[in-house]
C-alpha cells in the first residue's frame, strides 16, 4: 500500500480529503479487503486517541456488514439512468 493511499485514510478520517477524491477511496476500500483493514485499524487508533473506543471491539464487523450488503438484490442495481 503506497504512502499516498496511507495518507487519503488519514485525511478522509480527519474530515479533511477532498471530496472528488472520498468517492475514488471509498470505491477502493469497496473493493479491496486488505486496504478495509488498514481503514480499521485508522479508525481504532484515532479512536483510542480520542478515548472514545467502544466497550468491545469487532474487528470483523465491516466485512461481514459488506458481506450482507451483497446478498441484496439492491445493493447490486444499477442507478437510473439520466432522460
Known amino acids: ?10 485525511a478522509l478520517l480527519d474530515g ?3 471530496e472528488a477524491e472520498q468517492r475514488l477511496l471509498l470505491e477502493r476500500l469497496e473493493r479491496d ?3 478495509r483493514t488498514h481503514w480499521s ?8 486517541a480520542h478515548q ?9 464487523f465491516a ?4 458481506a450482507e450488503l451483497e446478498k441484496q ?3 447490486h442495481r444499477q442507478p437510473a439512468s439520466r432522460l
Open 52 to 60: 472514545t473506543l467502544p466497550p468491545q471491539i469487532d474487528l470483523g
Open 63 to 66: 466485512d461481514r456488514v459488506m
Open 33 to 35: 479487503p486488505a486496504l
Open 16 to 18: 479533511e480529503l477532498p
Open 73 to 75: 438484490p439492491e445493493y
Open 1 to 10: 500500500m503506497s504512502e499516498q493511499i496511507r495518507e487519503q485514510i488519514s
Open 41 to 48: 485499524r485508522y479508525q481504532l487508533i484515532s479512536d483510542a
